[in-house]
């Protein structure tokens, strides 16, 4: 296929490395930065002749008028995003124009009736790690108990229970006030170094975030609060009862304590990732859902 990508570049873990994997595939990509004017978008549509038009939530005043003239050149158009909208605060932006792409992709994979009732053509496709960097490095431990991502207001629990892992273990918190404190290889050096990696997502039933497999394709051993689907989708996680504080301690004292089977997982799940989760895989199952 011809894809025109609208979206952001200058960053790996924008969508850069999403178009890389579109290009594993042998499909030819046209980038098109997401602050282009209307009529640059429109002329690049023109001289590229995509099939399909690709977006994640393109904020531009005149997303819209883009969808509408690629509609009236039979052109699809795409939104693929990777965040949770039904039940949470970002709820109302289902009403901005992304949402009125020809397919909606999402990682939710527990809201159907929803989707179908606002009319919108949605299919659940997993976030993928960029297949170069799902790596296994070696490292000397550094870190007991750690936890990658940004300080949440509206996750409570999270918060309580990253609280209470730090009054017991002293948790190692990369990234509290800054989402790009530490990205792409850097990652995998920092779980190389790392015992315990501590995961979570916003919970709704069947979503969970890439924290998930950016953690277990770079070589993390992760403990994650259960959620519905999440052990199907990866099978050697290692979770705890949701809420369940005594639960996750008691697992983290234990794969502290024990780092032969600790490593074991970690192989597992990286090799599992590298199977079923690396980017061009998941660009795979949005094409063959067009």
């Known amino acids: 296929m011809r894809?025109?990508?609208?979206?952001?570049?200058?960053?790996?873990w924008d969508?850069?490395?999403?178009?890389?994997?579109?290009?594993?595939?042998?499909?030819t990509v046209g980038r098109v930065s997401e602050s282009s004017e209307y009529r640059q978008i429109i002329a690049d549509i023109e001289v590229f002749k995509p099939d399909v038009v690709i977006f994640a939530k393109f904020r531009q005043v005149f997303a819209q008028d883009v969808i509408d003239y690629c509609k009236s050149k039979s052109i699809k158009t795409v939104c693929w995003v990777f965040d949770l909208?039904?039940?949470?605060?970002?709820?109302?932006?289902?009403?901005?124009?992304?949402?009125?792409?020809?397919?909606v992709f999402t990682t939710d994979g527990g809201n159907d009736d929803r989707w179908?009732?606002?009319g919108i053509r949605h299919n659940c496709v997993r976030q993928g790690i960029y297949k170069p960097e799902c790596l296994l490095e070696k490292g000397e431990k550094i870190y007991d108990v750690l936890f990658v991502g940004?300080?949440?207001p509206?996750?409570?629990?999270?918060?309580?229970?990253?609280?209470?892992?730090?009054?017991?273990?002293?948790?190692?918190?990369?990234?509290?006030?800054?989402?790009?404190?530490?990205?792409?290889?850097?990652?995998?050096?920092?779980?190389?170094?790392?015992?315990?990696?501590?995961?979570?997502?916003?919970?709704?039933?069947?979503?969970?975030?890439?924290r998930v497999v950016e953690t277990l394709g770079r070589g993390g051993f992760m403990i994650h609060a259960e959620v519905e689907g999440l052990k199907e989708a990866?099978?050697?996680?290692?979770?705890?009862?949701r809420g369940d504080y005594e639960d996750l301690k008691s697992k983290i004292e234990y794969y502290l304590k024990n780092d032969q089977e600790r490593e074991k997982i970690i192989k597992l799940n990286h090799k599992w990732v590298l199977d079923n989760y690396t980017c061009d895989k998941q660009c795979e199952k949005l094409c063959q859902s067009l």
């Open 3 to 12: 894809i025109i990508y609208i979206a952001k570049f200058n960053k790996m």
């Open 15 to 27: 969508e850069e490395y999403i178009a890389r994997g579109f290009e594993d595939l042998g499909h």
């Open 85 to 103: 909208y039904w039940g949470y605060n970002r709820e109302h932006q289902l009403k901005t124009p992304a949402f009125n792409a020809d397919y």
């Open 116 to 118: 179908k009732e606002r």
């Open 150 to 152: 940004s300080f949440n």
């Open 154 to 210: 509206y996750n409570k629990e999270r918060n309580r229970i990253l609280d209470l892992v730090n009054a017991d273990f002293s948790l190692k918190w990369i990234g509290k006030n800054n989402d790009n404190e530490v990205r792409g290889m850097k990652l995998n050096r920092l779980y190389a170094e790392t015992k315990v990696v501590v995961g979570d997502s916003v919970y709704s039933p069947h979503y969970w975030s890439n």
């Open 234 to 241: 990866y099978p050697h996680l290692i979770t705890y009862k």
